[in-house]
């Protein structure tokens, strides 16, 4: 199941082990897998090395537990349209999208939440792209595929690339082209305005291949959103082995801004601008998973908690920390904008 590899970005074999990790969030996956995380001696990326083969790795992503895939629960409700309207005015007032005639900035709470969801810069809204009449965008690992609902909704032509086959349905019945592998032929050249990718180029084995198709795949001028964890943050050095976004072995690649920089220029990419995002739950999840190892040492058996790493308190009570580490630039997740000439 495990196997020794080189570096994506440079080839060479030669690297610093750091710590080893496993899986700690999942009960339903295979125990005792425990890979090392290594640093290439040559260009300095972070990755697995063994790693789980790419023709098990399956097995670590559990069909009822693992949250990217879970449908969204936002159905009719007024919370749900209220969600959607706060898109909505953000989108408007802020990327430049025409009224669409649907009353979506209508009430006065969606427009105090929009300017609020505006200026704290949640993860949905710092993807939106500017408004392009007639534009075309492909969302890499598109998950529960929300967000491309929603740029449909705001007049994208969308596609979407995701292995999940119940998530790849549930997009394709609201009319977007979703497909299981960026390598299709469906998928045309030069085509696209946007392309983007949340957190899912540090799950790839071929990140640079991914990259460069990405790059491939853009019209001259088009432009790419990529978001990932940042190793090098404060909270990567401080838990390591615990740090909430290690995701072993379901990353097989971790970046930091420079390794992400690196790639994206490789590919060709120009006037890359990277930003820090940090979430309050990479804290609660780090203490938590810190806490389920001690108790795990002690049983002798894999423990799984999720209750502190949950709760909206103790993750309100960390968000100015949280901020406070962003300007820093010391964030846990980072932002890649990037363009094709």
């Known amino acids: 199941m495990l196997e020794e590899t080189r570096c994506n970005f440079c080839g060479n074999t030669e690297w610093v082990r750091l710590f080893r990790g496993t899986d700690r969030v999942y009960r339903s996956v295979p125990e005792g897998v425990w890979c090392d995380v290594v640093r290439c001696r040559e260009c300095g990326l972070v990755y697995l090395s063994p790693r789980v083969e790419e023709g098990s790795i399956g097995l670590f992503y559990p069909e009822s537990e693992y949250y990217a895939h879970r449908e969204s629960t936002s159905g009719p409700g007024r919370m749900a349209r209220l969600k959607r309207d706060v898109f909505f005015v953000v989108a408007r007032r802020h990327f430049g999208y025409p009224g669409n005639g649907t009353g979506h900035d209508s009430s006065l709470a969606a427009r ?73 032929p469906a998928i045309p050249e030069g085509y696209f305005d946007y392309v983007t990718s949340y957190h899912a180029i540090e799950h790839v084995y071929d990140p640079k291949g991914v990259l460069r198709r990405m790059h491939d795949i853009l019209k001259p001028g088009g432009r790419i959103f990529c978001g990932v964890p940042n190793f090098d943050s404060l909270l990567g050095r401080v838990f390591g082995t615990y740090w909430d976004n290690l995701g072993v072995p379901l990353h097989p690649h971790v970046f930091t801004a420079a390794s992400l920089k690196m790639f994206l220029e490789a590919c060709g990419f120009k006037d890359v601008r990277i930003r820090y995002h940090s979430l309050a739950i990479a804290v609660t999840g780090s203490i938590q998973w810190a806490w389920n190892a001690v108790v795990w040492r002690m049983t002798g058996q894999k423990y799984v908690s999720t209750t502190f790493r949950d709760s909206r308190i103790f993750q309100a009570v960390v968000v100015p920390g949280v901020k406070i580490v962003d300007w820093l630039l010391l964030g846990d997740n980072i932002e890649a904008t990037a363009r094709k000439v």
């Open 112 to 184: 105090a939440l929009g300017a609020l969801a505006y200026r704290l810069l949640c993860s949905r809204f710092r993807r939106i792209p500017p408004h392009i009449a007639g534009g075309c965008l492909l969302e890499f690992g598109f998950g529960a595929g929300d967000f491309l609902c929603r740029m449909q909704e705001l007049g994208w032509e969308c596609w979407g690339v995701e292995r999940n086959v119940a998530t790849r349905e549930r997009v394709s019945a609201r009319g977007i082209r979703a497909l299981a592998d960026l390598e299709d």
